[in-house]
């Protein structure tokens, strides 16, 4: 039997997967625009890339489309089914943010040793199945991820000293930045607004790095 | 600094571009600062992606730039800014 578990203070409902669904639409801008790029080179690195935005897509769509169920803001679910919409909704929404991530760490750490890759991934199994809470394990492993992410992205502003590659740093650090408020949601429910707030803004800072490299 | 598959794309069909939009391959591995071989595996490479086309003018081999390749020009700087804000 799963337990269904509603996030944040019952007026912050429907926001929450409003701001999940703005991610998703800029996560497949980016991914499109990447696509865009590997259609011309054939380079790996382009596909891994817009794959691992279209599983961050997939991931917030599915996030989104489960908080809108759950809160009964599309349909109403029947009691019986809810369960079931919880544990397929939130375990494919953490799969494969975990799997996007991972790829993001790969590709800007540029590891190309498939044995280390491997490992990468092996690590995440005991780190979400061993866990007591799926949440803490699933918000801790995102913020180790995107902060290696984040500090990838500083370097690479550092060396091209560009005003997109310094939107993008900030972005990353503001999504870091959410997954560490997402895991003191437990203290209070604010910390789970905060943390969608500075997500949203997150995404909104890579949407303009986006159209600044778009518009040059 | 090293350039990357995208610049090589990027420098083969400007050259072809700023020859009128066809080249002859002495011309072609000149500007693009590439050895025979390299330019060979670029070239099959666009041709198969159709942004350039094999044609015998006057008995002589030449690469045409095609609107495929000449949109590619055109939106490189995007895609450079793109992979240089991304760090790709």
């Known amino acids: 039997m799963v337990t269904v578990q509603l996030h944040g203070p019952a007026w912050f409902f429907g926001a929450d997967a409003s701001l999940t669904a703005f991610a998703a639409v800029i996560a497949f801008c980016v991914a499109v625009a990447a696509l865009r790029v590997y259609r011309v080179t054939g380079e790996k690195k382009y596909a891994f890339f817009t794959g691992s935005f279209a599983l961050l897509t997939l991931s917030y769509l599915a996030r989104a489309v489960t908080d809108a169920l759950l809160e009964q803001l599309i349909i109403t679910v029947p009691s019986t089914m809810t369960g079931m919409v919880f544990y397929f909704g939130y375990v494919s929404h953490i799969l494969l943010a975990l799997a996007a991530y991972l790829l993001l760490v790969i590709i800007t750490h540029k590891i190309t040793d498939v044995r280390v890759i491997l490992l990468l991934f092996l690590t995440l199994i005991p780190g979400m199945l061993l866990s007591g809470s799926y949440f803490l394990s699933f918000y801790g492993l995102s913020a180790i991820f995107l902060a290696f992410v984040t500090f990838s992205y500083y370097q690479n502003y550092r060396n091209v000293c560009k005003a997109a590659a310094c939107m993008v740093f900030i972005a990353f650090l503001l999504l870091t930045l959410s997954q560490v408020q997402f895991l003191l949601e437990s203290l209070h429910a604010y910390w789970y607004v905060s943390a969608h707030i500075t997500q949203a803004v997150g995404y909104l800072v890579l949407l303009f790095a986006l159209l600044r490299t778009l518009f040059k | ?88």
């Not at chain 2, 099959?44 to 350039?52: F, G, P, Y």
């Open chain 2, 1 to 88: 600094m090293k350039r990357t598959k995208l610049d090589i794309v990027y420098d083969m069909l400007r050259a072809i571009e700023d020859k009128g939009g066809r080249i002859i391959p002495t011309h072609l591995l000149y500007k693009s600062n590439l050895s025979h071989q390299r330019m060979k595996l670029y070239l099959d490479e666009l041709k198969q992606k159709s942004m350039i086309q094999e044609a015998r003018e006057n008995g002589k081999l030449v690469y045409k730039l095609t609107d495929d390749g000449r949109k590619f020009v055109q939106n490189y700087k995007q895609m450079k800014e793109f992979t240089q804000a991304f760090g790709l």
